[in-house]
């Protein structure tokens, strides 16, 4: 062996990494990411999140669909249900309603949430499923070596579109407020205590809490979703900004090209899990109402 490399074992480094609590909720298995991927910010803040929150190991599962995000569950220490492509939603919402103790947590990127798995959401915000939805959304397809996605910009050269992007890109957050989600926020990769904070908050909310992450891809983006652009689009929502106000939330959302950071709509409504109880109740007719 090259007596000038060292081999870092693994009990070594996650015996450094676990100095600071948070760490505890990491798995063994260290990421499998690229270097300066915005995804290492996923587990930082989840994690911190958790600490935070005071909520056991054994009381979250994470939940994910298919893409380089949604290797997510693999990173942390928690249960963890690695299913298929799009289908996070329906996975975690059967999870949930399986047993509402249980801290649900689904993750992926932007593929994975609005082109194949896009017909799950509206339902599940609506339905206000008692859970957080953390979107990655990097505008590309990292897993699958950098194909366009549904939030791709216009103009954007890819792998499948090699003559420049002409899809206009979906508005997330607006089709998360008209989506009816109770709970909609926005954070950045790049912006590690304000997505901790954010991931914290969104955990916190009772009902269907949807965050969606802006990450670079270092990888298959050079031009778009760099630290260095959305270093320079990315805004704080405005300090008047009242998060109970629909409209005002709309009219932030649409301004696509300065993203604002923060939490755009907050309501408080009942839950799927206790609609259903009360359902129940009706139907058992031991609730008059
Ligand atoms: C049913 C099905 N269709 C297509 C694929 C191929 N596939 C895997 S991941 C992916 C997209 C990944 O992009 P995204 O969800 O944005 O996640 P990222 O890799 O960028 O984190 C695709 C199309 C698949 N695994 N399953
Ligand atoms: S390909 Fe892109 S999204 Fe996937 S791990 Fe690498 S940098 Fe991250």
Not at 133 to 157: E, H, R, W
Request: glycine letters at 10%.
């Amino acid at each position: 062996m090259n007596e000038h490399v060292k081999p870092v074992y693994l009990e070594e480094k996650l015996e450094e990494i676990r100095a600071d609590g948070h760490q505890e909720y990491r798995s063994k298995s260290l990421p499998t990411w690229c270097p300066g991927c915005g995804y290492f910010s996923m587990a930082e803040g989840l994690t911190f999140a958790l600490k935070r929150l005071g909520i056991e190991y054994k009381d979250v599962v994470t939940v994910s669909g298919i893409g380089c995000a949604s290797r997510f569950p693999f990173f942390v220490n928690t249960y963890g249900f690695h299913t298929l492509h799009g289908r996070v939603l329906p996975v975690a919402t059967g999870i949930k309603i399986g047993n509402e103790d249980l801290t649900v947590v689904a993750v992926g990127g932007d593929g994975d949430a609005f082109a194949i798995g896009g017909g799950h959401i509206p339902h599940a915000a609506r339905r206000n499923v008692n859970l957080t939805y953390l979107v990655f959304d990097n505008g590309i397809y990292g897993l699958t070596k950098g194909q366009a996605s549904p939030t791709s910009a216009v103009g954007f050269k890819t792998s499948s579109t090699p003559y420049e992007n002409g899809d206009v890109p979906l508005n997330p957050l607006m089709m998360l407020l008209s989506y009816g989600a109770s709970w909609v926020g926005q954070a950045y990769a790049g912006h590690q205590h304000h997505l901790a904070d954010m991931i914290t908050e969104a955990m916190a909310h009772r009902g269907f809490s949807f965050l969606r992450v802006l990450s670079p891809c270092v990888t298959f983006d050079k031009t778009n979703n760099t630290y260095a652009n959305l270093n320079m689009a990315a805004r704080g929502l405005p300090e008047d900004h009242d998060s109970s106000d629909l409209m005002a939330a709309m009219a932030e959302a649409a301004q696509a090209d300065h993203p604002a950071l923060g939490v755009y709509y907050k309501e408080d409504r009942p839950t799927l899990d206790e609609v259903m109880a009360a359902t129940n109740r009706r139907a058992a007719g031991t609730d008059p109402a």
